[in-house]
């Protein structure tokens, strides 16, 4: 029996959520400081009026960003502010958190009409920091250009662009100053938006337009003057750039600096990867899964101490469940669709983080699952130690001042009255405006964890005020060793947030400032890893980061409670290393350039000593190029629109048998609709070589499922047994029989027309073993899911072998609740009670993981009640049997929907499938339901309840804030009481520990596992050492845009202990680099060594050698 399983996973939940130094106390670690304490009486004022308003100029409500540096060098950091319409203002910080106006003495005086991003840099090269101003101008009145204040070392500024070459004149948001050619003096990377147009809508192709105010613009630093070169270096500038921000790094660590840049908008985010020739190959379609859709800030860090960085976006999905369903979010499935045919990277409206998975070639994104996706909308993310821990945390500034994607407002605008008269007149310009609701929000922060799961902690830090907050920065204001935050608000004071971690919990922290040779005097682009107890950290000195703001050039660390830091390697620009040991922490540490040797490598140390298990030799089979065909033009959502996901993607499959008895395994793979399976033998050589088998060929219309080889007939040869299914198929139709081939002994095949009962439903699997002890192998045969009304429960099946190849159903006979069980996915044959007879396990969606114990006379009885497991219903995916702790039992990975995604179900608040005639019209639906604060609420919006229930939602809920909010009772009333309802109360993939005589505990799998829907495990000794490791192979695509597509596992290795503990290896550690829908991973044994096969939907079948 299953023991204590439930409360395992509780505490999986509860450890993922505890920091090294939890600061989760009542105490609040952050105090918002009034004007009046600091002396900052600065308020970015941005209203609405006949001139100018948010329906001249869509960016009106971005607000104003943050600018922070030691501008005259006394040790103190001080403050930069911009506002939209009232210039910049400079406060130089007098200590103990108090701050002195001196813009006017400083000379920081201009004539722009809009100002934006800011950033303090030495931009000539002397020491002490100048600033840098980005304008808007150019459209509709707004005048001026980008402002350079270049520091005379005397409290004054002399405003210098023109000299400098650095007078721009765009739609500029913010500015990032590097040094990307390697020279020794820094460049200028700007950001710029564009704006909508009819040069704006279209494919990607627009991408060749160059724009001169839009898009990124890069400048190279000559000898102190700047030169744009932005076409020559491969960086787009065109009408579809919507810029909002950009973070610079080397996200591959190769030495030379990397960008990446947010766009708003359908247009993607731009990934470049620096060639070290002054040019860069724009990567973002390569790199990245999916982006956010919108995005605002962002920033990098490296979250989980492995030595690259990894990406953090905003974007502004609500959190408030009336707000969610009242704003227009996500894309419907059409247009999402129509967007990535015309070259637009997958987008979703949600904050996105991307953990940098295969040295800057790919990344996974793991936001939902790192419990950040939600935020409102956002604007600046900043990732840092705010309570020195040595993990990093995350601020995020969020609110706009009126919600311009507001759907009650986008259908009044739309409306072809009131959009001429908009286009006309001014007079409803004003209705129009306040037709657009508030969106105040509480800025958020989050503790980090080691375990890439972030804890919301805004109330008990302090973020409780909400208001509209913008560009933000960080930095130790008052130097006591801690990280204090500056925000810029919209229509309200800036605020400054002082830290009291030291005060409060005592914890060390150590700060690094770079005093580098050349023109780059603040070594941006240095990089420190830190080394204390074995753990790492790695912190990369950009200063501009989030949205329109901009860090002091200063590193920070936080320590815990360690006051002594074991090793610090500093890698300067150019490659130059210095080490130091033993170095005391509480201090602010210069490191100097001058004392760095030069190594000849511009690699990170760590990188050049991991050691790849696995290289994929694909090409090198080169009589294999095996391409699944699935049809990705079929959407199961047009049969039924309020589905939970796609049922049409599940294969294909592999089946490995020696068919033509030469001693040397070969391989079935399934086809897709019109593609008939392949047969490959294998060749002396290693290499594969395709059967052509006419009998395949004639049943090219059916969609292969699952295959399994076993002797049939009992004639000593492996026979050939083919599930079909998949979703395009509705029962009783022909192509969803399933086939059995007859193996002649030479690998020759023919299909057996009479072997088989007549089985007219969509089946997911097939399992073989002898459960009655005849000397003949039977079969178990799951069901999948009804094409037509998913939730219905399909037949599955138990067929008993009558000796002569012929199978006949006996599930009710000897397996009573078998044929009915669930929507079965995957099921084993296994001795799970060590009693010497062939039990059944089976796994599937809203199904508990259920158990069919043999009574030794070939009756298989449900004991999943008595084994502890009758509350673990799931969206079970596939199961494997495998001994994982050594110890002589047979243990079981199942692998679930994963952590990594917008749904959250617990035994107390399952998800929940409600089926049943809500529309009033003898047809049945499926309603997708979770729970927020305790109610349920459906997971369709109104347009899909209006597809599905057009006659109640034209009476009950006319407009969009009608429905927002409902709950499924108020929406349904008492047909909701009259409905069937299946629940599932864990997305955690786990494993069973088999502690013998039957029982098991039921433990989560490493977080690693948890970023997609596992769909495959293959075991084996990867590494080498002695003790079973896992491959874990996943993702799915076939879901809403408002879900999001899963493509998170990019090839997981769990590496084991021998004592059933796993750790998480990512493909730049294991070279089990795999993208794409895994379906089937399995080895194949060649004559000098195996290979891994790995089938993906719709995708060419991949090969790996384990070396």
Known sequence: ???????????????????????????????????????????????????????????????????????????????????????????????????????????????????????MADVNGDGWLDIYVCVVSGYKGLQGHNLLFINQHNGTFKEESAEYGLDFSGFCTQASFFDYDHDGDLDLFLVCHALHSSETYGDTSLRKLFSTVSGGHLFRNDHGHFVEVTRQAGIIASPISYGLSAIIGDFNNDGWDDIYEANDFQESDYYYINNHDGTFTQMDRQAFGHESKSSMGTDAGDLNHDGWLDLVSLDMLPVDEKVLKSTANDDPFDIANYKVKLGYTEQYTRNMLQLNTYGGMHFSEIGLMAGIAATDWSWSPLLADFNNDGIPDLFVTSGVWRR??????????????????????????????????????????????????????????????????????????????????????????????????????????????????????????????????????????????????????????????????????????????????????????TLHQNQAKDTGSLL???????????????????????????????????????????????????????????????????????????????????????????????????????????????????????????????????????????????????????????????????????????????????????????????QSYLLINDGKGHFIDETDKLAPGLSHIGLVTDAIWTDFNDDGEMDLIVVGEWMPISFFENDGHGHLINVTQRMGFAHTQGWWQCIRAADLDGDGKMDYLIGNYGLNTTFKPSRKYPLKLFIGDFGQNQSEST?????????????????????????????????????????????????????????????????????GHGKFEMLPLPMGAQVAPVKAFDVGDFNHDGHPDILVGGNFYGVWPQEGRYDANDGIVLTGDGKGHFHTIWPWQSGFFVTGEVRDIKTIHRKADSLIMVARYNDRILFFKNK
């Open 1 to 119: 029996m299953l023991s204590n399983h439930l409360l395992k996973i509780l505490l999986f939940s509860i450890l993922i959520s505890a920091g090294m130094e939890s600061c989760h106390k009542s105490t609040k670690l952050f105090k918002a400081l009034s004007p009046e304490q600091t002396g900052i009486q600065f308020v970015n004022e941005v209203h609405d009026s006949s001139d100018m308003n948010i329906l001249d100029y869509m960016y009106y409500y971005n607000g104003g960003g943050v600018a922070l540096g030691d501008i005259n060098n006394d040790g103190r950091i001080d403050i930069l502010l911009t506002s939209n319409k009232g210039g910049v203002r400079l406060y130089e910080n007098e200590g103990h958190m108090h701050f002195k106006d001196i813009t006017r003495q400083a000379g920081l005086t201009d004539d722009a009409s809009w100002t934006t991003g800011a950033v």
């Open 404 to 589: 311009a994607n507001d759907l009650d407002y986008i259908q009044y605008i739309s409306n072809a009255q009131v959009a001429k008269s908009l286009s006309g007149t001014r007079l409803l310009d004003q209705e129009a405006i306040h037709r657009m609701p508030p969106g105040p929000s509480h800025n958020y922060i989050y503790q980090g964890t080691d375990s890439l799961k972030f804890i919301d902690e805004s109330k008990q830090w302090g973020m409780i005020k909400t208001g509209f907050s913008n560009g933000a920065a960080y930095a130790d204001l008052d130097n006591d060793g801690d990280l204090d935050i500056v925000v810029n608000n919209l229509n309200a004071p800036a605020i400054i947030y002082k830290n009291y971690t030291r005060e409060k919990y005592h914890l060390h922290y150590l700060e690094i400032r770079c005093a580098g040779t050349d023109s780059n005097r603040f070594g941006i682009g240095a990089k420190v890893i830190l080394k204390q107890k074995g753990k790492l950290q790695y912190a990369y000195m950009q200063p501009t980061r989030g949205f329109e703001s901009a860090t002091a050039p200063v590193l920070f660390f936080g320590l815990g409670k360690d006051s002594l830091i074991d090793t610090l390697q500093v890698i300067w620009p150019r490659g130059e290393v210095q080490l130091l040991t033993h170095v005391k922490a509480d201090q602010i540490l």
């Open 604 to 794: 990170l140390p760590h990188i050049l000593t991991y050691y790849q298990w696995f290289s994929n030799v694909t090409d090198s089979l080169l009589s294999v190029h095996v391409v699944h065909r699935g049809d990705p033009s079929f959407i199961d959502f047009a049969r039924q629109p309020l589905m939970p996901h796609m049922i049409s993607t599940d294969a294909p499959k592999i089946a490995i048998a020696d068919v033509n008895g030469d001693g040397l395994e070969d391989f079935y793979i399934g086809g897709g609709k019109f593609q008939s399976g392949a047969l490959y033998i294998q060749q002396p050589d290693g290499q594969f070589l395709l059967s052509h088998q006419p009998a395949f060929d004639q049943d090219s219309m059916c969609i292969d499922q699952d295959a399994v080889f076993f002797d049939a007939n009992h004639d000593g040869y492996p026979d050939l047994y083919v599930v079909s299914g998949g979703g395009e198929f509705y029962d009783g139709m022909k192509p969803l029989l399933d086939r059995l081939y007859l193996n002649d002994g030479k690998g020759h095949f023919v299909k057996d027309t009479t072997a088989l009962p007549l089985m007219y439903e969509n089946k997911s699997c097939v399992r073989v073993a002898d459960i009655n002890q005849d000397g003949y192998p039977d079969l178990f045969v799951g069901g999948r899911a009804d094409a037509l009304h998913y939730g219905q429960i399909p």
């Open 927 to 995: 309603i997708l339901s979770y729970a927020k604060d305790g109610k349920y609420y459906p997971f369709a919006g109104k347009d899909l309840f209006e597809q599905q229930f057009p006659a109640m939602m034209k009476k009950k809920y006319a407009a969009y804030h009608d429905f927002a909010g409902q709950t499924m009772q108020e929406i349904f009333g008492k047909s909701l009481h009259r409905a069937k309802v299946w629940n599932a109360y864990t997305f955690t993939s786990v494993w069973l520990h088999n502690l």
